[in-house]
Antibody
Framework: EVQLVQSGAEVKKSGESLKISCKSFGYGFDTYWMAWLRQMPGKGPEWMGIIYPGDSDTRYSPSFEGQVTISADKSLNTAYLQWSSLKASDTATYYC??????????WGQGTTVTVSS | QSVLTQPPSASGTPGQRVTISCSGSSSDIGSHNVNWYQQLPGTAPKLLIYSNDKRPSGVPDRFSGSKSGTSASLAISGLQSEDEADYFCAAWDGSLWLFGGGTKLTVL
C-alpha cells in the first residue's frame, strides 16, 4: 500500500529550529516528486515547494523561498521540511504529498507545528 | 486571500445534487487542469477529481468535475451524510499549485 507517514506534532518557541519528516512506503521514492504544503486553521492548503529525491532537484514557491528548506534522503525513503528560526506565524499543519501525473495523489497524515512567542 | 475563489459554504439534503464552483484566471484554470480534494474533519486532504473530470479508483461516480474557461465545478449527486467535508479546488499556474479557500459542505 502506498503510504506517507509524517513525524509527530511539535511544540516549539520562536527562534528555535525544527525539522519534520515524511517517510514513504509502497512505491519508488526516488521516482516521484514530493511536495510540502501548509494549511492554517480554516484555510486552504498552500503549496510550499517540491523535491525530486532522485537528484534532489528542489523548487520553492516564492512565498516560502528562504523561509524553509526542503530535503530528502533516498536511502531512508524520507523527505524533510526544516526551519532554522521559527516564528509564531509558522503555526500550522504541514503535509507532504506525492506528486504524480494526477497531481498530489497521496498525502501524509499531517504534522501540527505550534510555535509560541 | 486564496488565488482561486470558492464559495465558503454549501448545503443540501440527503439524495440532493449540489455543485461547488471554483473561479480562477487565464494563467491558472484557463491554462491548466483542475483537481478537487475532499478533507473530512481532522484528516488530510484526499484527491477526489484530477485533470478536470477524472476520478481516481475508489472514488464513487456520484462525484464529477467539469471545467469551462477560467472556472471549474464539482458536482455531488445523491448526497450522503458522509459527504459532509471541506472541498478544495487546485490548479497549476505554470510554476506552483494554487488552491481555493475551500467550501464547507453541510448535509442537512
Amino acid at each position: 500500500e502506498v503510504q506517507l507517514v509524517q513525524s509527530g506534532a511539535e511544540v516549539k518557541k520562536s527562534g528555535e529550529s525544527l525539522k519534520i519528516s515524511c517517510k514513504s512506503f509502497g512505491y519508488g521514492f526516488d521516482t516521484y516528486w514530493m511536495a510540502w504544503l501548509r494549511q492554517m486553521p480554516g484555510k486552504g492548503p498552500e503549496w510550499m515547494g517540491i523535491i525530486y529525491p532522485g537528484d534532489s532537484d528542489t523548487r520553492y514557491s516564492p512565498s516560502f523561498e528562504g523561509q524553509v528548506t526542503i530535503s530528502a534522503d533516498k536511502s531512508l525513503n524520507t523527505a524533510y521540511l526544516q526551519w532554522s528560526s521559527l516564528k509564531a506565524s509558522d503555526t500550522a499543519t504541514y503535509y507532504c504529498a506525492r506528486e504524480s501525473t494526477k497531481g498530489m495523489d497521496v498525502w501524509g497524515q499531517g504534522t501540527t507545528v505550534t510555535v509560541s512567542s | 486571500q486564496s488565488v482561486l475563489t470558492q464559495p465558503p459554504s454549501a448545503s443540501g439534503t440527503p439524495g440532493q445534487r449540489v455543485t461547488i464552483s471554483c473561479s480562477g484566471s487565464s494563467s491558472d484554470i484557463g491554462s491548466h487542469n483542475v483537481n478537487w480534494y475532499q478533507q473530512l474533519p481532522g484528516t488530510a486532504p484526499k484527491l477526489l477529481i484530477y485533470s478536470n473530470d477524472k476520478r481516481p479508483s475508489g472514488v464513487p461516480d456520484r462525484f464529477s468535475g467539469s471545467k469551462s474557461g477560467t472556472s471549474a465545478s464539482l458536482a455531488i449527486s445523491g448526497l450522503q451524510s458522509e459527504d459532509e467535508a471541506d472541498y478544495f479546488c487546485a490548479a497549476w499556474d505554470g510554476s506552483l499549485w494554487l488552491f481555493g479557500g475551500g467550501t464547507k459542505l453541510t448535509v442537512l
